[in-house]
């Protein structure tokens, strides 16, 4: 097995709009700290890269032609490369700010092929610790995945480092909506931290975060998802996070022993879901409540559900595209969409092995994806978020109520077992 690792400054050089909060004025005040893309090309029986963006997501289309893009320069096929989303909600918004995703696509066009051009020999290992750096909006007693997933990367006759990638779950938001600096958020805290310590380049892949806020976080108010005892509000809320992610990630990181004989396989499945349009008098009273609850207008999105219905569309369907990143019982499997918690807790025990990664934020994101007690709760999560980006999803309601389940069991019976 071979790895190429570069990484690339993606950090807008003039005010942005930025996305992630329902914001009258999202345009941004400065610089926090950089944003990054980063490229690791790996090489087996074939070519394929993961790639991790400092972005809250973009949509699929937009996703898919960079896929294209770093396809093409590597020398594989789309459904070979991976785009990992940090999810950060201090970036800008690529759907507004065209010249900035014309010129990121460029950028990690590049450094994909800087880390094609510098591949050698690996060998790697990985392990799990756990660390409390989320909490589930629903409640203390409700589902968190507190897997710190570790994948060490060596050279193939040596202890010497090459990369290490993390796989974490909790939202991005440790900075709400009072901040206007661009941010890598806590993700930024954690690849300085460990690179400080192990010299090397560090790469974080985001969970299923969907319901997971930050344990820490930084503002002058009190936000919904900030409210109970068992958040922190402080000034040094990024490094919070990230001195806990560390400290426990470091008690068994020596510990981890590397092989060059592992396999590796990327992959793509695909599944058919389908989502209801919701009869008119539904519709207002979801568009009532998030104005109620949320002051979102809606009048847009009942504008676009008259529409379809008057066209006699009453059904939504999406080929949804499930991708697999494996190395023997190491695997990163995600969607493009904002996955709860129990995605990736369900799928760890349907496999029955604590190194199978569910994440959302995979190549795109669209929407939230509710499990059924988050549908039959509704709120922001399930119908709300759906009167803002709706275009960008391409579909005005969640899908069906028993799509979670199908998709879990969908994407355990896909995975390979014999890499």
């Excluded at 997501?57 to 893009?69: P, Q, S, T």
């Excluded at 970036?91 to 994909?112: G, M, Q, R, S, T």
């Excluded at 400290?247 to 396999?263: L, M, P, Q, W």
Aim: with cysteine; hydrophobic share 35%.
């Amino acid at each position: 097995m071979r790895m190429g690792f570069a990484e690339t400054d993606i950090t807008p050089e003039t005010p942005v709009t930025m996305v992630g909060f329902n914001r009258a004025d999202n345009v941004s005040r400065g610089v926090l700290d950089c944003l990054t893309a980063q490229v690791s090309v790996w090489e087996d029986e074939g070519i394929c890269c993961l790639t991790t963006i400092d972005n809250i997501g973009f949509n699929k289309r937009e996703a898919d032609l960079l896929r294209d893009k770093i396809g093409v320069i590597v020398g594989t096929s789309r459904e070979k490369v991976m785009l990992s989303f940090s999810h950060t909600h201090a970036a800008p918004n690529v759907d507004i700010e065209k010249e900035y995703y014309a010129d990121l696509c460029h950028k990690i066009c590049k450094v994909a092929e800087t880390a094609a051009s510098s591949m050698r020999e690996v060998a790697v290992g990985w392990e799990n610790t756990e660390a409390v750096i989320g909490v589930n909006r629903r409640g203390v007693h409700a589902a968190i995945d507190r897997r710190v997933g570790i994948l060490k990367i060596c050279a193939k006759d040596s202890d010497d480092l090459r990369l290490i990638i993390l796989r974490l779950t909790a939202h991005c938001n440790v900075l709400k909506s009072d901040n206007y600096l661009i941010s890598a958020d806590y993700f930024g805290a954690v690849r300085k931290i460990f690179r400080e310590k192990h010299r090397c380049p560090v790469m974080v892949v985001q969970g299923s975060a969907g319901n997971i806020a930050p344990k820490y976080y930084k503002a002058a108010f009190t936000p919904v998802d900030g409210r109970g005892e068992e958040y922190i509000n402080c000034d040094n809320a990024l490094d919070s996070m990230a001195q806990e992610v560390f400290h426990k990630a470091e008690s068994v990181f020596n510990k981890i022993n590397t092989k060059s004989d592992i396999r590796l396989n990327v992959y793509s499945k695909y599944i058919t879901l389908r989502s209801k349009i919701p009869d008119i008098e539904d519709a207002r009273q979801i568009a009532e409540d998030a104005w109620k609850y949320c002051s979102i207008d809606g009048q847009n999105w009942l504008n676009e559900i008259e529409h379809l219905q008057n066209r006699g569309i009453f059904i939504q369907e999406q080929n949804l595209e499930v991708q697999y990143f494996c190395m023997g019982d190491w695997c990163l499997c995600g969607i493009p969409n904002e996955t709860m918690a129990e995605f990736a807790l369900e799928a760890e025990g349907l496999s029955g092995n604590p190194y199978f990664y569910f994440n959302g934020y995979t190549n795109g994101c669209s929407s939230y994806f509710p499990t059924k007690e988050e549908y039959d709760l509704g709120g922001y999560e399930v119908y709300w978020a759906m009167l803002l980006y709706y275009a960008d999803y391409g579909r005005v309601y969640p899908y069906d109520r028993e799509a979670a389940d199908e998709v879990i069991s969908f994407v355990v019976k896909n995975r390979m077992t014999d890499i």
